[in-house]
């Protein structure tokens, strides 16, 4: 079956530990985002990449760094810097552009302990 | 003011009743419109785009209006799986325009 993966579903970190979370996508898309939901919030952008080796900061990047080393691949890291990490982190993907549909993988609750 | 906006809800709605909620958006320029369904603690999923002539898929009809900037979501017979958030998105001007979420409306749709 074609679609996002993401792992793992919780994830705790603590305090100055750098946290990865994992995104893959086997629906052969260019394009890979990061968002970060908050309750009562929408969706907002951290990273994104419109190619292989190649990504752009999105509106909340800080305390935040990625890697696009494969089509499939669009891990996200969450360092130290980031002071409020607590979130619900959805990974997606689009066949080109954000004029297109994006796709959603189940996302990662980031815990602090 | 947000990019997005959305009456949060929640609309309580009877099981086969019809709903309908609206989203307003800022940008005049943007060229793509979607509502996603969110259920509790899940990821959003695609449930339409959004067409300047409006579409229907079923029970759900959307509408754009370009000249007061908003799109609009009608449900008809409500069914209790219809329980869920739903979220407004709206793209930019161009095909790397970034796309804005809005906070979402809630419906509860009761037996």
Redo the contacts between chains.
């Keep these: 079956d074609g679609g996002i993966t993401q792992s793992p579903k919780y994830l705790f970190r603590k305090e100055g530990q750098n946290v990865t979370l994992s995104c893959e996508q086997n629906l052969n898309h260019d394009a890979m985002y990061w968002?970060r939901q908050d309750p009562?919030?929408?969706?907002?952008?951290i990273y994104y990449s419109?190619i292989v080796n190649d990504f752009q900061k999105?509106?909340i990047a800080e305390g935040y760094s990625v890697s696009r080393e494969k089509k499939e691949s669009f891990p996200l890291t969450v360092t130290s810097a980031q002071k409020n990490p607590t979130a619900?982190y959805?990974c997606a993907s689009s066949s080109?552009?954000?004029?297109e549909?994006?796709?959603?993988?189940?996302?990662t609750?980031l815990l602090v302990l | 003011r947000?990019e997005?906006e959305q009456d949060?809800g929640p609309f309580n709605v009877p099981e086969g009743a019809t709903v309908a909620f609206n989203c307003t958006y800022s940008n005049s320029a943007s060229?793509?419109f979607?509502w996603y369904r969110q259920d509790c603690?899940?990821?959003?999923?695609?449930l339409m785009?959004v067409y300047s002539s409006g579409n229907e898929d079923g029970r759900f009809t959307a509408q754009l209006n370009r000249a007061s900037q908003y799109i609009s979501l009608l449900i008809r017979d409500s069914k209790l799986s219809d329980s869920a958030t739903y979220?407004c998105v709206v793209?930019?001007s161009?095909?790397?325009?970034?796309?804005?979420?809005?906070?979402?409306t809630q419906v509860v749709v009761t037996p």
């Design positions: 968002y009562g919030q929408g969706l907002r952008l419109q999105g509106d619900f959805l080109t552009g954000t004029i549909t994006q796709y959603f993988g189940p996302g609750r | 947000k997005v949060p060229q793509s979607f603690r899940k990821e959003p999923k695609l785009s979220l793209g930019g161009d095909s790397w325009g970034k796309l804005q979420f809005g906070a979402g």
